[in-house]
């Protein structure tokens, strides 16, 4: 997957801010009062769909975070999509979080998976298992399995991932965006070293998540 360069402001949101901007400038001509509730709607869609550039960390066999938002779940747990014990390190992004998703470590998609389902809320154990997802198995070339779920919420109803099975990624590559609210689980090899704490605010492609152990 070839890496791309994108511009501040996310290409997924770009529709709707220019259709929010045009109306709200319509109706300003109408009658300026009305028209302030709708430039906020523009701001609210403008900081939605920022995607600032991040630092990426170059140290071998560390995962970073594939999304904004803050820690929700560390546990060790089974991984469904490998069969495998693993430990699962959840960060949900509400709606004031960057949407954008950024591969945690550099790798080959060895398969891809998506599962229609519900849109409960994302902060919920649940979500996991049971919301609309998609799941990428990535192997690094040490021979580490990670693997990326992406997971809808009960606003957000679109997923978007934009890599497939084969796709080479670097890390902190931009390869897919959630709208409106949603979270990304990681599960790891089950001997990983935890870097995080429940709690903590994560940036995607820039903060480091765990340390991959031979």
Not at 127 to 144: D, V, Y
Not at 159 to 176: H, M, P, S, T
Not at 200 to 207: I, L, P, Q, R
Request: hydrophobic fraction near 45%.
């Amino acid at each position: 997957m070839a890496k791309k360069a994108y511009p501040i402001i996310a290409k997924e949101g770009w529709p709707f801010l220019i259709a929010s901007i045009v109306i709200s400038a319509f109706v300003f001509n109408l009658c300026a009062l009305w028209s302030i509730p709708l430039w906020v709607i523009s701001l609210f869609i403008l900081q939605f769909f920022r995607d600032p550039k991040r630092s990426t960390p170059s140290k071998k066999n560390m995962v970073v975070s594939a999304a904004d938002g803050k820690v929700i779940v560390i546990e060790k747990c089974k991984d469904d999509y490998l069969n495998r014990r693993a430990i699962k390190v959840s960060v949900f992004m509400n709606v004031f979080n960057v949407h954008s998703n950024k591969s945690p470590i550099k790798s080959i998609i060895m398969n891809k998976w998506y599962f229609p389902g519900k849109f409960l809320n994302a902060a919920l154990s649940k979500a996991s298992l049971e919301n609309e997802r998609c799941a990428l198995h990535l192997k690094t070339k040490e021979g580490f399995d990670i693997t990326c779920v992406q997971i809808a919420g009960l606003i957000a109803r679109r997923i978007l991932c934009y890599a497939n099975k084969g796709d080479a990624l670097e890390v902190g590559e931009r390869y897919g965006f959630i709208r409106f609210g949603s979270r990304v689980d990681l599960y790891l090899p089950i001997n990983s070293k935890i870097k995080v704490t429940l709690g903590d605010k994560v940036f995607n492609g820039e903060t480091i998540i765990a340390e991959l152990k031979k």
